[in-house]
């Protein structure tokens, strides 16, 4: 896996619970004018999320860390420059806010978020594997 243009960790990974919160909000007025902050339950970086999706898919995945030059590159393969600055300019390093873990998942949901790793585990499938491993012992 290559990653670049974020390297420190954020609370916000790809599967936090979007649609879940969304349709509790969509069933209930007491969120109506309400906005939230939807973040995972940790901290995570690139790296650690490769670590993760690689656990679950039952192998090592190495992760490059690529600079933002290169990362430019490569998305300018399938992307217009003005999107590829765009999108680094967004990733960049994660600011304090997004360092920060939120409680709105927890409180909309009345659980907390699942992690990263619980997350690749259950979508494992998704990458066209037929069998995964199951979770490590604690």
């Known amino acids: 896996m290559r990653g ?6 954020a609370g ?5 619970p979007i649609a879940e919160v969304g349709a509790a909000a969509l069933r209930d007025t007491a969120h109506d004018g309400r906005t939230y902050v ?6 995570i970086t690139p790296r650690q999320m ?5 656990d679950a ?3 090592e995945l190495a992760f490059t860390e690529l600079t ?10 399938y992307m217009p420059e003005a999107v590829a600055d765009g999108t680094l ?4 390093e994660p600011t304090a806010e997004e ?6 998942v927890e409180r909309v949901l009345g659980r907390a978020p699942r992690s990263f790793a619980t997350w690749a585990r259950q979508n494992a499938a998704a990458f066209g594997l037929s069998a995964v491993r199951p979770p490590a012992a604690p």
């Open 38 to 43: 939807l973040t995972g339950p940790e901290l």
């Open 89 to 92: 300019d967004i990733l960049g």
């Open 4 to 9: 670049g243009g974020a390297p420190g960790p």
């Open 99 to 104: 360092q920060k873990i939120s409680p709105d």
């Open 57 to 59: 898919l039952g192998e």
């Open 50 to 54: 490769a670590a993760a999706l690689g």
């Open 68 to 77: 933002r030059a290169e990362a430019r590159a490569r998305m300018l393969a």
């Open 12 to 16: 916000r990974h790809p599967r936090a």
